[in-house]
Nanobody, 127 residues
Framework: QVQLVESGGRLVQAGGSLRLSCAAS????????MAWFRQAPGEEREFVAA??????????ADSVKGRFTISRDNANGMNTMYLQMASLKPEDTAVYYC??????????????????WGQGTQVTVSS
């Protein structure tokens, strides 16, 4: 069982920066792939970025590559994932969700391959 809690979303102007956090609680010492997805009103949930189980490989959607950076901190038994967002655009406006892949071993890109989800945090970018 894993609980995910996102934070950091807010209103920001275009061109600005923002850092989202996702605190994960689960079996001590466990490591697993995690990801950020986002969903805009009327749109399907889409992949943003992912990090593999040992933090050695990261993945990004083309739309955020070069602007967003995913990372994770496993210090002191805590498992916190971050999404550093820069050069934000109005089209980045969405609810951002973090997700964990504990039981699936498939691709990091599909929504269906994630077992646990957070409640989401709203990011609004004004023009």
């Amino acid at each position: 069982q894993v609980q995910l809690v996102e934070s950091g979303g807010r209103l920001v102007q275009a061109g600005g920066s923002l850092r989202l956090s996702c605190a994960a609680s689960g079996p001590p010492g466990s490591r697993y792939p995690m990801a950020w997805f986002r969903q805009a009103p009327g749109e399907e949930r889409e992949f943003v970025a992912a990090i593999n189980w040992n933090d050695e490989i990261t993945y990004y959607a083309d739309s955020v590559k070069g602007r967003f950076t995913i990372s994770r901190d496993n210090a002191n038994g805590m498992n916190t994932m971050y999404l550093q967002m820069a050069s934000l655009k109005p089209e980045d406006t969405a609810v951002y969700y973090c997700a964990a892949q504990l039981y699936n071993s498939g691709s990091v890109y599909p929504v269906r391959n994630y077992d646990y989800w957070g409640q989401g945090t709203q990011v609004t970018v004004s023009s």
